[in-house]
Structures are given as structure tokens and as C-alpha cells.
């Protein structure tokens, strides 16, 4: 069965440090990965999706088929990253559906000063 | 962990009926509830915001009279579509948030596909 994993439910870093929150990913078909973060109190946004390839915020994922991974990076983290993130898979579910979104649980990152 | 139980997975209905869906905080409560939209190979859209015992936020182009949210406890939100067309035909999600420590994330349900035919 479609599954997102992120192992970390909290990752603390301090200003300045790079950071990967990590996202695997179970699914037989050809996936379709995106990152979404949701700053305190706000709606869910969409941060990024791997096949745009594009960077947002300074943050980057790739998607690694091999270890079924979409980890989201980016070098030097700031206080204003600290957020939810959640990592996302659509997957079509064989009812000739055009796909459909399965969250993983988040993981809340922290920038201190 | 916090489990959230969304109800049918998948609904079929005819134009021009009504058709619930139910969203359930299984071992929390939930204060804050979200309800989303995607349409196919899109992010989510949301629709609205609801907290519990109080009247539904909708976002701006959502239409509160055909996407009725009811919150009426801690545990249990229902999102309404009257009168369905095809149009309306999406896949939905809520989310809920626990209230209290702001360590608190939101947790997703596994949505419904909703089929207007």
C-alpha cells in the first residue's frame, strides 16, 4: 500500500545550519512528491513538488527512487523556517481517478537563534 | 499518535443530490478543523476553516450554502455538498489540529473521492 514516512516528528537547528527533514515514500507506481509547510496558525501551503525541480525559499528535494526517498534540504536555515512541513504523495487509486494526496505526519521544524 | 478517520473514502451520487462527508478526531479533540479540495494533479485548495460550536470560515469563491461545514463537536466535522454536479466531482480532505501546546501539528484524513455522475 501508498505510504509517506517522516521519521522525525520535531527537528531542532540553530540559525545559520543546514537542514533535511526526511520524507520516504511507498508506493509501486511512478510517484508524484510534494513538500507543503504550514507556518503557526496558517493554512497548509505548498512549498514544492519535485517535478517542477524548482527551489523554493531556498529549500530543494530530490526525488531518489533508489532509496524511494524526497528529502527537503536547504543549507542555511532561518528563524522564520521554523514551520510544519509535511511531505505528500499522489497516487492513483485504480478507480480511474487522476490521483489522489496521502499526507505523511510532519515534522516540525525549529530555528533558534 | 493523533488519528484522523475521514468517512466514505469514496462516494458515488447522482446530480442534484446531497452527499455528507464526516471527519473524525479518533483520540484527540479537535478544535480547529480544516477542509480541503484538490482538483486532479493539483496542490490542495482550502475551502474552509471551522472551529468547534462556531460558524464556518470559508475562503473567498467557496460557496458556504453549497459546502454546508458543521463542527458541532470536539471530535466530529462534516463538510455537505447540495445539490452536487459534476463539477463538484474532487477529491476532499480535512485536517484537525488538537487545541492547547502549539506543539500540536495538524493531521490529515485520507479523504473521499467524490464521483457526481
Known amino acids: 500500500a501508498q505510504r509517506v514516512t517522516q521519521p522525525e516528528k520535531l527537528l531542532s537547528v540553530f540559525k545559520g545550519a543546514p537542514v533535511e527533514l526526511k520524507c520516504n515514500y511507498s508506493?509501486?507506481?511512478?510517484?508524484?512528491l510534494f513538500w507543503y509547510v504550514q507556518y503557526s496558525r496558517q493554512r497548509l501551503q505548498l512549498l514544492l513538488r519535485?517535478?517542477s525541480r524548482e527551489s523554493i525559499k531556498g529549500f530543494t528535494a530530490d526525488l531518489n527512487k533508489g532509496e524511494t526517498s524526497f528529502h527537503l534540504k536547504k543549507p542555511f536555515a532561518q528563524e522564520e523556517d521554523s514551520a510544519m512541513y509535511y511531505c505528500?504523495?499522489?497516487?492513483?487509486?485504480?478507480?480511474?481517478?487522476?490521483?489522489?494526496?496521502?499526507f505523511g505526519k510532519g515534522t516540525k521544524l525549529s530555528v533558534k537563534p | 499518535g493523533a488519528v484522523v478517520s475521514q468517512h466514505p473514502s469514496r462516494v458515488i451520487c447522482k446530480s442534484g443530490t446531497s452527499v455528507k462527508i464526516e471527519c473524525r478526531s479518533l483520540?484527540?479533540?479537535?478544535?480547529?478543523m480544516f477542509w480541503y479540495r484538490q482538483f486532479p494533479k493539483q496542490s490542495l485548495m482550502l475551502m474552509a476553516t471551522?472551529?468547534?460550536?462556531?460558524?464556518?470560515?470559508?475562503e473567498q469563491g467557496v460557496e458556504k450554502d453549497k459546502f454546508l461545514i458543521n463542527h458541532a463537536s470536539l471530535t466530529l466535522s462534516t463538510l455537505t455538498v447540495t445539490s452536487a454536479h459534476p463539477e463538484d466531482s474532487s477529491f476532499y480532505i480535512c485536517?484537525?489540529?488538537?487545541?492547547?501546546?502549539?506543539?500540536?501539528?495538524?493531521?490529515f484524513g485520507s479523504g473521499t473521492r467524490l464521483t457526481v455522475v
Open positions: 485536517s484537525a489540529r488538537a487545541g492547547g501546546a502549539a506543539n500540536y501539528g495538524y493531521t
Open positions: 508506493y509501486s507506481g511512478s510517484p508524484e
Open positions: 519535485h517535478i
Open positions: 505528500a504523495l499522489i497516487y492513483a487509486d485504480g478507480g480511474g481517478s487522476q490521483g489522489n494526496l496521502i
Open positions: 483520540d484527540f479533540q479537535a478544535t480547529t
Open positions: 471551522s472551529n468547534e460550536g462556531s460558524k464556518a470560515t470559508y
